[in-house]
């Protein structure tokens, strides 16, 4: 087998990554004995950040500088470092600095951090790095980090190995975030989406708020809870699915515009749309609608493009583009099942049980788990209408069996006043105008309990205290929820949720 880098296999993450390697353990030891102890900084004053000597160097050029980072190459005379600004390099000169050489190729590895002292030059090859006059290794690394090796081939860039397994990726997330750069910047943009939400929320005068997140009662979507103890109040306990409820009771203390952004937990499977700990972010709104709760996402959507993307126009992965500036699609869900049946269903074979499961199973659909025409027609939307929803679209007038807080459609008691947003296929938001009618709602929370006692483990339960706060009287109120991880999936081009949730559930490790 030939040896140039491009034929040579990749070598084996796990092997490399798996233990203290010995010889960087013996150079700590030997530098400790020689009482220079890499973790005995506690600081290293930096001048400027490494990025800066590139994008700065008509300013920088000739003057002296403090860097600091992780060594990310290793070939004498340069050292390329890498902190959280970019990439950078230090030059060390065999004739001006014989010692620091010799320090540097007999304690300093791969993954390193040391800090540097020196003038900013110009390279021979035009490029721009620190001449050093005093280098220090301020902690030490005793694993062998994944870092690519970078070389050319007839002129050519090329990368060779790297972190590529995308287990190892997920587990030990410190690792991808300095070896990948795709990782750092995804970081970045999933918290510039979560800004963005605030910026623009905070600007149309909604008040941020903080609700429990253990719960007496999990309520406000349709989904099991992960269970615990409250010892000392001998109480049995939920981790909060959802942030509805306690907010609509801010409504009715007259708090008129108000949003949350907090974790929520379902105690569901995972996959590329969903891990069992999620970012949320539900807002309400009195005296509107879900008309208004529309416009209010358009506005926001389009903000969060602008601040993420810089325009109003996102490019998806494959090439698709979505214009953000437009009106939203509004499309009836009984609507949207007609047209993309390809003639196999009209919204008359969903008026009963037994017509509604063999319209489901003519289109490749498990009718034996469903026990109401509105499961099945929200079942037939997933399957038909969904993938087909590339441009932002509301999907609206949900069944009333599945939507257990919404008000009714007036005219067509059978569906709700509620949209769910689709952009690129995928759900990204649910939106209601709220009932606010203690009957109603009453009524909808006694036929969800009559759900979960036929074995809906993902019914709603009963919350009389909210029925209370409704007696003394709610105003006409719109809400909207959603994950802002799926958003972030969106402005990302990730594929998966594990990308943006940076430390997503995983099984331990064997071993540990």
């Keep these: 087998?030939?040896?140039?880098?491009?034929?040579?296999?990749?070598?084996?993450?796990?092997?490399?990554?798996?233990?203290?390697?010995?010889?960087?353990?013996?150079?700590?030891?030997?530098?400790?004995?020689?009482?220079?102890?890499?973790?005995?900084?506690?600081?290293?004053?930096?001048?400027?950040?490494?990025?800066?000597?590139?994008?700065?160097?008509?300013?920088?050029?000739?003057?002296?500088?403090?860097?600091?980072?992780?060594?990310?190459?290793?070939?004498?005379?340069?050292?390329?470092?890498?902190?959280?600004?970019?990439?950078?390099?230090?030059?060390?000169?065999?004739?001006?600095?014989?010692?620091?050489?010799?320090?540097?190729?007999?304690?300093?590895?791969?993954?390193?951090?040391?800090?540097?002292?020196?003038?900013?030059?110009?390279?021979?090859?035009?490029?721009?790095?620190?001449?050093?006059?005093?280098?220090?290794?301020?902690?030490?690394?005793?694993?062998?980090?994944?870092?690519?090796?970078?070389?050319?081939?007839?002129?050519?860039?090329?990368v060779q190995g790297g972190l590529k397994d995308v287990e190892i990726r997920y587990r030990q997330r410190y690792v991808d975030l300095f070896v990948n750069?795709?990782?750092?910047?995804?970081?970045?943009?999933?918290?510039?989406?979560?800004?963005?939400?605030?910026?623009?929320?905070?600007?149309?005068?909604?008040?941020?708020?903080?609700?429990?997140?253990?719960?007496?009662?999990?309520?406000?979507?349709?989904?099991?809870?992960?269970?615990?103890?409250?010892?000392?109040?001998?109480?049995?306990?939920?981790?909060?699915?959802?942030?509805?409820?306690?907010?609509?009771?801010?409504?009715?203390?007259?708090?008129?515009?108000?949003?949350?952004?907090?974790?929520?937990f379902r105690n569901e499977g995972v996959d590329k749309d969903h891990n069992p700990e999620f970012t949320l972010l539900e807002l309400y709104e009195a005296y509107t609608n879900l008309e208004g709760m529309m416009d209010i996402v358009e506005r926001m959507f389009r903000h969060i493009c602008n601040t993420v993307i810089g325009g109003d126009i996102l490019t998806l992965p494959d090439g698709t583009e979505l214009d953000f500036s437009k009106p939203w699609r509004r499309l009836p869900m009984l609507q949207g099942i007609e047209e993309n049946s390809g003639g196999r269903i009209t919204r008359d074979q969903l008026l009963d049980l037994e017509s509604a499961k063999a319209a489901l199973a003519r289109v490749g659909g498990d009718p034996e788990k469903e026990t109401t025409v509105g499961g099945i027609i929200e079942k037939l939307n997933e399957l038909l209408t969904e993938p087909t929803l590339i441009q932002p679209t509301f999907i609206t007038d949900f069944p009333y069996e599945t939507s257990p807080l919404a008000r009714k459609k007036p005219g067509e008691p059978h569906l709700t006043r509620r949209f769910e947003c689709y952009i690129a296929g995928r759900e990204t938001g649910n939106a209601f105008s709220e009932i606010n009618d203690p009957l109603d709602q009453k009524e909808r929370f006694e036929f969800q309990a009559g759900q979960a006692a036929a074995g809906d483990e993902e019914a709603h339960p009963y919350d009389a205290d909210y029925i209370r706060a409704l007696e003394y009287g709610m105003p006409p109120t719109g809400g909207f929820g959603m994950g802002l991880d799926r958003v972030a999936m969106l402005f990302t081009g990730a594929p998966s949720i594990r990308d943006i949730i940076y430390f997503p559930l995983m099984r331990p490790e064997s071993g540990h």
């Design 181 to 264: 750069q795709d990782a750092r910047e995804t970081l970045k943009k999933r918290m510039q989406v979560t800004r963005a939400v605030r910026e623009f929320l905070d600007s149309v005068d909604y008040l941020e708020v903080e609700t429990p997140v253990l719960v007496t009662e999990a309520t406000g979507a349709a989904a099991r809870p992960f269970n615990t103890r409250h010892n000392a109040e001998k109480l049995d306990m939920h981790l909060r699915i959802s942030l509805e409820l306690p907010l609509k009771r801010l409504i009715v203390g007259g708090i008129e515009k108000v949003y949350e952004i907090g974790r929520v």
């Design 1 to 158: 087998m030939s040896d140039t880098p491009d034929e040579i296999e990749l070598t084996d993450e796990e092997r490399a990554m798996s233990a203290i390697h010995p010889d960087r353990l013996r150079k700590l030891e030997a530098l400790r004995a020689a009482g220079r102890d890499p973790f005995a900084h506690e600081v290293w004053k930096r001048s400027c950040p490494l990025a800066q000597i590139r994008a700065n160097h008509e300013t920088l050029a000739g003057t002296m500088v403090s860097v600091a980072g992780r060594v990310s190459s290793l070939r004498l005379p340069f050292l390329g470092l890498q902190d959280e600004s970019g990439d950078g390099q230090v030059f060390v000169s065999k004739d001006d600095a014989t010692e620091i050489q010799e320090y540097i190729k007999e304690f300093v590895d791969l993954g390193d951090f040391v800090g540097a002292e020196g003038e900013v030059f110009q390279t021979q090859k035009g490029d721009w790095a620190v001449r050093v006059t005093s280098l220090e290794l301020i902690s030490k690394a005793l694993r062998q980090p994944p870092f690519p090796k970078v070389y050319y081939k007839n002129g050519e860039k090329r």
